[in-house]
C-alpha cells in the first residue's frame, strides 16, 4: 500500500515533493526507483532474507584479487528441491524485499516451486565495491556492464554449486528496464547458465540521441487523455520558448523564486531548464502512467487559455521552492551537481549517468536532426548531454567517448537489429504501449508483446 500512497502523492499534487532548493533533483531520483511492487504485509515479507555475496572487483583481471560484498534477497518459501531459480536482476536502483512477496515473479515462483532471489546491481543501493568511495572517478572504472553481467553469473554459479537442493534447477530471469536489457545480454554471454528471461521494457539500441523518448512521452499524454491535453502542454512550452527568446523569462523565474544568477541567454542554463521540466513528464509517464488523466485534469482546469493554464501549472510544480527562504536553482550547474562526486549519492545518481557517458547514451534529447518532430519544444540538444559528461567525469569524457560506447555495445550484443531465435532465443520481450523506453526494445515477432491501453 505503501507504493499506491508514494504515487498518489507524487501525482496529487508535486508541491511537497519536487519544489526544492535544487528543483530537478526529486524528479530525476523517482525516475531511477525500483519497479513498484504491489502491496505486501509484513507477514509476507518475513521470509525475505537480506544476504551477502563476495563479488570481485575486477572479474576479468587475475591479478586483481580484492573483492566487495554484494546485497541480495531470497525468499525459499515456497522451494521443492530441484524447483525453478527465478532471479528479479536489479538495475539502477536500491533493492527492498517487496518484490520477493508479491508481483509476477513471486507468484510464478508459488506456481512452481521455485527459489526466489532478487540481485543488487553493483554501485547502487548498499552493494558499493569501494564503500562510500566508490564514486570518485578512479573508483567507478569499474562500474561497466560487463563486470555486472559477471557478478550475475558468479552469483548463479555460486547458488547452484553450494546448495544441493538446486544443482539441476533452471534459472529464469527477470528484469525491467535496464535491468531487463541485462538479463537479455545474460543469454548472449552465458547461455549455459539460463533456461529463460523475461525482459520487461527492455533497451536494446545503445543511442546517445534517443529523441524517440520524448516524441513517445508526448503521444502518451495525447493517447491516456486527449488531445486537447497534449495540445495544451506543447503551446505552453512554445510560450515558454518565446519567454526566453524575447528574453522576458525573467519575471516568470522570479515568481518561482528563482536565483538571481539564472542566464536565460545562456544555452546550458537553457536547456537545463527544459531537460528538467521534461524529466517531470517523463516521470509521470514512465512510472505512473495510470495518472495521466489526473495531470491532465489538473493542467485543463486551471485557466481557459492554453498558455495561462500552463503557466498556472508550473506555480504548482514549484510552489514550494517559492515558499522555501533559499532560491531556487534553475541553472546548469544545479543539474550538474547531481552527478557530482560530492553529491548525496544514495540515489545512484551519479553511477548511471556515469553509465549512460559511457556504454548507452540515452538522453532525453529534443533537438534532433534526425527528427522533424518538436516534441517538448525543441529545447534539448545532445550537446548539453556531452557537456554534463565533460563536466561531471573529466577532459577525458568526450563525445567522441560517449559515440564509441555506444557502437561498442551495439557491435558486442546487436542493438535491435537481430534475428531474435539465433540471439535471444530464450528471452520474451513485453513493453507497455504508453512506455517510451519500447521504442529502443523488441516490439516485433512471436516472443514480443506490447500491451496496448
Request: charged residues 20%.
Amino acid at each position: 500500500m505503501k507504493w499506491l500512497n508514494y504515487a498518489v502523492q507524487i501525482i496529487l499534487w508535486l508541491p511537497s515533493f519536487l519544489a526544492t532548493y535544487n528543483p530537478y533533483k526529486l524528479s530525476l531520483e523517482l525516475l531511477k526507483l525500483e519497479p513498484i511492487s504491489g502491496s505486501y504485509t509484513k507477514n509476507e515479507v518475513a521470509s525475505v532474507e537480506e544476504l551477502w555475496l563476495d563479488q570481485k572487483v575486477d572479474h576479468f583481471d587475475k591479478h586483481n584479487n580484492k573483492t566487495w560484498k554484494m546485497r541480495y534477497f531470497r525468499n525459499a518459501k515456497y522451494h521443492n528441491p530441484q524447483g525453478p531459480i527465478y532471479i528479479f536482476v536489479g538495475g539502477e536502483w536500491t533493492i527492498s524485499p517487496g518484490l520477493m512477496s508479491t508481483g509476477l515473479t513471486h507468484d510464478m515462483a508459488v506456481e512452481n516451486s521455485g527459489m526466489l532471489f532478487y540481485t543488487e546491481h553493483r554501485y547502487y543501493g548498499l552493494s558499493l565495491p569501494f564503500g562510500e568511495e566508490s564514486f570518485k572517478l578512479d573508483n567507478l572504472k569499474q562500474l561497466n556492464l560487463h563486470q555486472s553481467l559477471a557478478d550475475l553469473a558468479h552469483f548463479i554459479r555460486h547458488q547452484k554449486s553450494k546448495n544441493p537442493k538446486m544443482k539441476d534447477s533452471k534459472v529464469i530471469l527477470v528484469g525491467g528496464s535496464y535491468s531487463g536489457s541485462l538479463v537479455a545480454w545474460m543469454t548472449q554471454l552465458y547461455p549455459d547458465l539460463i533456461s529463460a528471461s523475461w525482459a520487461s521494457s527492455a533497451p536494446l539500441l545503445a543511442k546517445a540521441d534517443f529523441y524517440e523518448y520524448m516524441e513517445i512521452v508526448s503521444d502518451s499524454i495525447q493517447l491516456s487523455y486527449g488531445h486537447n491535453c497534449s495540445l495544451r502542454i506543447e503551446k505552453g512550452l512554445k510560450f515558454l520558448v518565446k519567454l526566453f527568446d524575447d528574453n522576458q523569462i525573467q519575471e516568470l523565474l522570479y515568481k518561482f523564486n528563482g536565483c538571481e544568477d539564472y542566464n536565460p541567454m545562456d544555452t546550458l542554463d537553457r536547456a537545463a531548464f527544459f531537460n528538467g521540466l521534461g524529466n517531470y513528464f517523463a516521470l509521470v509517464v514512465q512510472s505512473y502512467g495510470a495518472y495521466i488523466p489526473r495531470l491532465c485534469e489538473t493542467l485543463m482546469s486551471l485557466d481557459s487559455n492554453d498558455e495561462e493554464a500552463f503557466l498556472k501549472f508550473l506555480e504548482l510544480l514549484y510552489s514550494e521552492g517559492r515558499r522555501s527562504s533559499d532560491c531556487q536553482d534553475f541553472g546548469y550547474s544545479s543539474m550538474l551537481q547531481l552527478f557530482s562526486e560530492d553529491a548525496d549519492q544514495s540515489s545512484g545518481t551519479r553511477a548511471w549517468f556515469y553509465q549512460t557517458c559511457n556504454e548507452f547514451g540515452w538522453y532525453t534529447t529534443t533537438k534532433s536532426k534526425s527528427s522533424a518532430n518538436e516534441a517538448f519544444a525543441n529545447q534539448v540538444p545532445l550537446s548539453y548531454f556531452e557537456k554534463l559528461c565533460h563536466d561531471a567525469f573529466g577532459t577525458e569524457q568526450t563525445a567522441q567517448k560517449l559515440a564509441d560506447g555506444v557502437e561498442q555495445t551495439n557491435r558486442k550484443f546487436g542493438g535491435n537489429g537481430f534475428n531474435q531465435s539465433e540471439r535471444y532465443a530464450q528471452v520474451i520481450f513485453t513493453h507497455g504501449q504508453l512506455d517510451p523506453w519500447r521504442a529502443l526494445g523488441q516490439q516485433k515477432g512471436q516472443q514480443a508483446i506490447v500491451l496496448t491501453v
